[in-house]
């Protein structure tokens, strides 16, 4: 299923179905992110949806607006029973410029009714209409409130938890971050799958996966950044790229998921390091022959179900005390 976060120098070996999935994306002609009008990008990730397999059900699921500057919708899913749980807030992919709450909600769903947490998934403002520090704003805002507003919704904002994948992660540890700085929610722990850390496009992991492996590049993360910042300079800053954070300390314990051949790979691991370094319990895991995206295709790489069952065992765990041995 997994691996340690020691890496092999031997050549990388595709899982047979991301195999398959990458022939199928080749064959349709996809050029890539940078190369689509972000309406066309944004239309591309909704129609991926369906390779997430089919939504179960979720006792109580809700679309509402937290008050904010502007308001942000978000959509939040509560397993049943007579209890409060655990309040997850979650933030979606598509390098800050893509994706809803819709792009998510097959393996959120899957991530509820595993893990036995309610989960809040956040449609953040997104660039280039809205760009940094909007998103962040959102996602900072969201966490208030989740912290705020657990017993008319029948969840504990005591026992909080942030997570993400991708531009989403980033949002997740960085909504940490400002709670820290700030000295607002307490969040118990932070999610990361596959997180976009970092603006060093020269790592091994871009020189080996960041032009022809999986569905993400060099060019269409430098894409995203652009989308997402001002000024090149704004890439410095911690919010938007923690790894260039000199201060990773009192953060909350870190989960982070990355996948093998992932151009993302080396930046979530020397993440996990930093934060081990900074004193903050940090458990990292790479998955074998997996490409970035894969949490989203369960219905047809069965490995991105793994790891939803894995990370709703940490949440468990973490959050309620009682593990998880499968569903």
């Known amino acids: 299923m997994k691996s340690s976060t020691v890496l092999s120098k031997s050549a990388v070996t595709l899982d047979p179905a991301v195999e398959t999935l990458l022939a199928s994306i080749k064959s349709q002609g996809f050029p890539g992110w940078a190369y689509l009008t972000i309406e066309q990008s944004r239309s591309m990730l909704a129609g991926m949806r369906p390779l997430a397999g089919e939504p179960e059900r979720v006792a109580n699921v809700q679309d509402l607006l937290i008050p904010g500057s502007p308001d942000v919708p978000a959509r939040l899913y509560v397993p049943g029973g007579d209890r ?9 992919p598509g390098g800050w410029a ?8 097959t393996p959120v769903r899957a991530l509820v009714n595993r893990s036995g947490c309610a989960v809040l998934s956040v449609n953040y403002r997104l660039a280039p209409e809205h760009k940094y520090p909007a998103a962040v704003d959102d996602a900072y805002a969201a966490v208030k409130w989740a912290s705020r507003n657990g017993e008319q919704y ?44 970092d603006h060093d496009y020269e790592t091994d992991s871009y020189r080996q996966f960041g032009s022809r492996w999986g569905v993400l590049t060099r060019t269409d993360v430098t894409w995203f950044h652009c989308h997402y910042v001002s000024h090149p300079d704004e890439l410095d800053l911690p919010y938007v790229c923690p790894l260039r954070s000199s201060d990773l300390t009192r953060l909350p314990e870190a989960f982070i998921i990355v ?46 179900l793994t790891a939803i069952e894995e990370a709703a065992n940490v949440l468990r765990s973490r959050l309620i005390s009682e593990p998880v041995s499968g569903t």
Do not use: C
């Open 84 to 92: 409060p749980v655990p309040i997850v807030v979650y933030f979606h």
């Open 259 to 304: 996948p093998e051949a992932d151009p993302l790979r080396d930046e979530g691991l020397r993440y996990a390091e930093r934060l081990r370094q900074a004193g903050v319990p940090t458990q990292a895991t790479m998955y074998p022959g997996m490409v970035h995206g894969f949490w989203l295709l369960g219905g047809v790489i069965p490995q991105g």
């Open 98 to 105: 893509l994706g809803t709450y819709e792009d998510i909600d």
């Open 154 to 197: 029948g969840f504990d904002g005591q026992r909080l938890a942030v997570m993400g994948d991708s531009a989403g992660a980033t949002l997740a540890t960085v909504a940490s971050m400002r709670a820290r700085d700030e000295n607002g929610p307490k969040i118990r722990l932070q999610v990361m799958v596959y997180p976009l850390l």
